[in-house]
């Protein structure tokens, strides 16, 4: 049931149903049913999609090139405290008419940074409160909150990995604010995305006694949450660039190498963003396996890039094969390790109705549940575990498996390619994978 506040923001819309891929209402699921169980969970359960407080409460259409065109009742009053409740109601009365059961937040999303430290600190709190009171009236949870360390001027060298000790100080302040009001609200997870973590030149950068201090910087952050009962995981957001020239949390193989230097590996996990992975030059099923692989698939940021553009665009995800490429991934590992899918997109800058926002969010679920119900079917019912487990055939009984046992040296394998002499070649079969998954979106 929609959760309303003091007023209805978002008029003449309803709870938005699932109706089936014949339905003609744009303002209907066709493929996302949140209680239908795929490969043994419903998708609500996959998925917990989530809704980005910040593109979706806060942007307003904004570019380098000129001002918002996206003008919101909810953010008409001068009165910081009154304007962060406003947004709060407008907030959950879109989660709920959504039909989804979490949210994600930087802390200045919730409320408008105060002048100085001491009156940020109360904002925080006072909409804490109020977002608690939201929560339990309508149901709705928070998948995870995370710090703003990046946007104010104080951050222009980084955060964690300031020069400048004050500056790391008052990093270690706010997120200490935002672990507290993530805990407060029964947060599942926290994020740490290091939007400056980094340099511009290598020229006036000491890049390894910048990295030692992030690993301190999470240590402490760590200890002080668990210290106060938190028990969920704490993320990594990797991303190459931008705003840096070189960002310290690359790529999830950066990342994931990193934490285990710094000793982090068990209370850490990766928070993938497909766009991030594309601007690494990898692709987002790569990022979700690299992930995977080291017991690090934390939860994913949908959303997707231009392929013209070379920057973060953060467009809602529509790319079915993409996605079920993603998605067979996905069903391989398991799933996700106490996150979810979170909306970490915008509508465009020409997208002025209120109802926009919906069709967008409507057809990200779309997305992700016709390429998870796509995958599931590819594994059930195509040959394609098959060929891949064919592939690596060689393996799985003599000389081969005596190597993956470990068994072999490596005059062993001197005398097995001595005695096999020339070699058949065997074909990789990748435009029959890519007609699979052609045949059954």
Sequence with gaps: MATLGNKEYFKGIGEIKFEGATSDNPLAFKYYNPDQVVAGKTMREHFKFAIAY?????????DPFGPG?????????????????????????????????????????LIREGASFGESEKRILTITDYLKEKQAASGVKLLWGTANAFSNPRFMNGA???????????????????????IALGGENYVFWGGREG????????MGRELDHMGQFLRMARDYARAQGFK??????????????????????????????????KDFKMNIEVNHATLAQHTFQ?????????????????????????WDTDQFPNNIQE????????????????????????????STDMEDVF????????????????ADKIITSSAYNKLRTDRYSSFDAGKGKEFEEGKLDFTALYEIAKENGELTLQSGKQELFENIINQYI
């Excluded at 910040?54 to 904004?62: A, E, I, L, N, V």
């Excluded at 069709?359 to 796509?374: K, M, S, V, W």
Aim: charged fraction near 20%; glycine fraction near 10%.
């Design 160 to 182: 964690a990995t300031n020069p400048d000790f004050n500056v790391l100080a008052r990093a270690g302040g706010q997120v200490k604010l935002a672990l507290d009001a993530t």
């Design 359 to 374: 069709h967008a969010h409507i057809g990200g679920a779309d997305t992700f549940a016709r390429a998870l119900l796509t």
């Design 323 to 350: 996605t079920t490429e993603a998605m067979l991934v996905f069903l391989k590992a398991g799933g996700l390790q106490g996150g979810g899918v979170n909306f970490d997109a915008k509508i465009r800058r020409n």
């Design 286 to 310: 790569h990022e979700i396996d690299v992930a995977a692989q080291a017991g690090m698939l934390g939860s994913l940021d949908a959303n997707r890039g231009d392929y013209q553009n070379g």
């Design 199 to 206: 340099y511009m030149s290598l020229l006036n950068t000491d």
């Design 54 to 62: 910040w593109h979706t409460f806060c942007g307003q259409g904004s």
């Design 232 to 265: 969920g995981n704490f993320f990594i957001e990797p991303k190459p660039m931008e705003p840096m020239k070189h960002q310290y949390d690359f790529d999830c193989a950066t990342a994931i190498g990193f934490l285990r230097a710094q000793g982090l590996e």
């Design 69 to 109: 065109t996206q003008s919101f009742d909810w953010d008409q009053s001068s009165d910081a405290v009154q304007a962060a409740k406003d947004k709060a109601d407008a907030a959950f009365e879109f989660i709920t008419k959504m039909g989804f059961d979490y949210y994600c937040f930087h802390d200045f999303d």
